[in-house]
């Protein structure tokens, strides 16, 4: 009897009402929670990450200075709330290259298109990395192999099958991603425009593709004597 109270009182219009009311608020967190890390970001690419103050993130959202600390419990956690947002946004576009055997162009280029849409963010998170705390910088390091171990992963299996050079992973990522940086960060005096990806990403990926294709065996010709 007391089961099929219990299944009855599930079936009720009351509790019905009860998940909807719960499902709205749950909505509406989500939905709090998105404006205010859109609104860190625009703070942060606009002060920097560490110079940008809680207060005005909170006025960029529209809410109340405490409602951050409902969602994030500190402001270090608003931070790399943002930077994995972008980096998950980044890496999530690079698994169909991964799938693709041995395709280390296709893997950059589909890179470099999914951060021609995110350059005003990237752009600041390179320009004040190197403020960060220590602490706080390995996290985001360790954020970001979430993107690097692509990489890797076509990297190792080109070496595997002899199409591409023998070259330490680490290596050819610090390469590929410290030129990419590098131009990001000097962008103001190697970017007028400001459009890193636009301006420089073909070059990029055609230099780190070839740098790394190996090259194609020499044959002697038929005449040559042995």
């Known amino acids: 009897m007391v089961a099929r109270a219990k299944k009855g009182m599930e079936g009720s219009p009351q509790v019905g009402r009860e998940d909807g009311t719960r499902g709205t608020r749950e909505a509406a967190k989500q939905e709090t929670r998105e404006r205010l890390l859109q609104a860190a970001s625009r703070r942060f690419v606009q002060d920097g990450f560490l110079d940008a103050s809680t207060a005005s993130i909170a006025r960029e959202a529209g809410v109340a200075h405490g409602t951050i600390f409902l969602h994030f419990p500190d402001r270090d956690a608003l931070l790399l709330a943002v930077v994995e947002r972008l980096l998950y946004q980044l890496s999530s576009t690079l698994h169909p290259a991964c799938f693709r055997a041995n395709d280390l162009e296709a893997l950059c280029r589909l890179f470099m298109e999914a951060l021609s849409t ?14 960060f705390p220590l602490p706080l910088k390995r996290q985001v390091f360790t954020t970001f192999s979430a993107i690097t171990a692509h990489f890797t992963e076509v990297l190792e299996q080109g070496q595997a099958e002899g199409t591409l050079r023998p070259i330490p992973t680490a290596v050819a990522n610090s390469f590929f991603f410290g030129a990419l940086n590098h131009l990001f960060l000097y962008r103001d005096l190697m970017t007028p425009d400001g459009r890193v990806v636009a301006t420089h990403g073909e070059t990029l990926v055609n230099t780190f593709v070839q740098m790394l294709a190996m090259p194609e065996p020499h044959h002697q010709g038929a005449g040559a004597e042995r």
């Open 118 to 131: 995110q350059e005003e963010i990237y752009g600041a998170l390179v320009r004040d990395l190197p403020r």
